[in-house]
């Protein structure tokens, strides 16, 4: 006879034993990158949540025992929590200084597991301190740019191909991207396969940044010869997808972004009409959130495509309602005043008066 409650406890424990791991599986867990991603240890939680100054402190008294997701850490924690001025003090620091070294090495040479995600951070925070942080960056940023295109598409994601980009059209005026172009192609066929599925991976900012690194690597700069951009075939196809997503989520991408953007298809060339429009309502409504020289470029782009940057036109108003006190008006129809009379003209001779000729 069937027993409800014996044929629930074999179910509960085989539940309980599926649920706990055994040591082999355990291992495989750990040397995956998502479970690099999941855990964090104390040291890694502490140096996330503390403001730069801190963290730069944090360096000094235990750097020299960071494991190298750590070092990175700390690096991305004093490269977005700080100004560019403020990232100028801290690189004066022997220890920050040795920190950035030590970071270029880890991008040189990744350690065995380490994931592209964390790869692509630390190459974004070198490329936000002050030039000598990242040494040549041929050979730092430059080589995680190599390590991404010969990594099977489905290792990477897009936002650590947008940073890696990012970084190396960062450098200069764009001289370490323009020698990794085949890189960036190789970033853009992906993207733009199965109808751009992968795409809509991007943050908003990783898909504003990676326009950007593609901008810059299209810079045709030989010597003897006039600057000019010489796009490719995948290029205007990423930006009509991108061009898609953004109208279709502007309000909610920050308008220093969409200020980015503009000055983006500003460099390629690309005079998108639907796209700039969209945008022109939240650029013009949010002015105050711009710095003068994001203004200033976002003018400069509509005026060179000819688009106007300014509110939509409310257009003829169909009705009008009076409101009182609008004007004054009379009460009651003015009364009828009589017949008018004039008086006559009054001649101020008699007779016509003659002169000599």
């Known amino acids: ?62 750097g020299q025992n960071f494991t ?13 929590k700080s100004s560019f001025k403020l990232r100028e003090d801290l690189f004066k620091q022997p220890h920050v200084r040795k920190l950035c070294t030590r970071v270029q090495e880890i991008i040189k040479k990744p350690p065995p597991g380490l994931d592209m995600e964390f790869i692509s951070r630390g190459a974004e925070a070198l490329a936000k301190f002050p030039d000598e942080a990242r040494g040549d960056p041929n050979l730092t940023l430059g080589a ?26 960062k450098c200069g005026k764009g001289e370490a991207i323009q020698k990794q172009k085949h ?30 690194a593609i901008s810059r690597a299209r ?4 010597v003897g010869d006039h600057q000019s951009i010489h796009t490719e075939e995948g290029d205007s196809t990423l930006f009509s997808y991108a061009s898609a997503r953004v109208i279709k989520e502007v309000e909610q991408i920050d308008v220093a972004l969409l200020a980015e953007l503009v000055w983006v298809h500003n460099d390629i060339g690309i005079k998108d009409v639907k796209l700039f429009k969209a945008m022109c309502p939240q650029i013009v409504r949010k ?14 782009a509509y ?53 000599a000729k």
């Not at 179910?11 to 040591?23: F, I, L, R, S, Y």
């Not at 190298?68 to 977005?80: F, K, Q, R």
């Not at 810079?219 to 030989?222: A, D, P, T």
């Open 287 to 300: 002015t105050a959130d711009l710095r003068p020289d994001q203004m200033a470029k976002c003018i400069k």
């Open 68 to 80: 190298p997701i750590v070092a990175i850490e700390a690096l991305c924690t004093m490269g977005t």
């Open 303 to 355: 005026t060179r495509f000819m688009i106007p940057l300014k509110e939509e036109a409310q257009g003829f108003r169909t009705m009008a309602v009076v409101q009182k006190g609008d004007f004054i008006r009379p009460s009651d129809k003015p009364k009828p005043m009589g017949k008018k009379s004039f008086e006559k003209p009054q001649a101020l001779f008699p007779k016509p008066q003659l002169f």
């Open 183 to 212: 890189v960036v192609s190789h970033v853009v066929k992906e993207l733009i396969r199965d109808k751009g599925r992968r795409v809509n991976e991007l943050s908003h900012e990783g898909l504003v940044h990676l326009l950007f």
């Open 1 to 62: 006879m069937f027993d409800p409650k014996a044929y629930f406890a074999q179910w509960q424990k085989a539940a309980t034993a599926a649920a706990v791991p055994t040591p082999a599986a355990a291992a495989a867990d750990a040397a995956t990158p998502g479970s690099q991603l999941g855990e964090k240890t104390e040291i890694q939680q502490q140096v996330m949540t503390v403001s730069a100054v801190r963290c730069a402190a944090i360096v000094k008294e235990k």
């Open 144 to 169: 995680a740019a190599v390590n991404l295109s010969t990594l099977n598409t489905s290792s990477w994601s897009a936002d650590s191909a947008s940073r890696i980009l990012w970084s190396l059209a």
């Open 219 to 222: 810079i045709h700069n030989r």
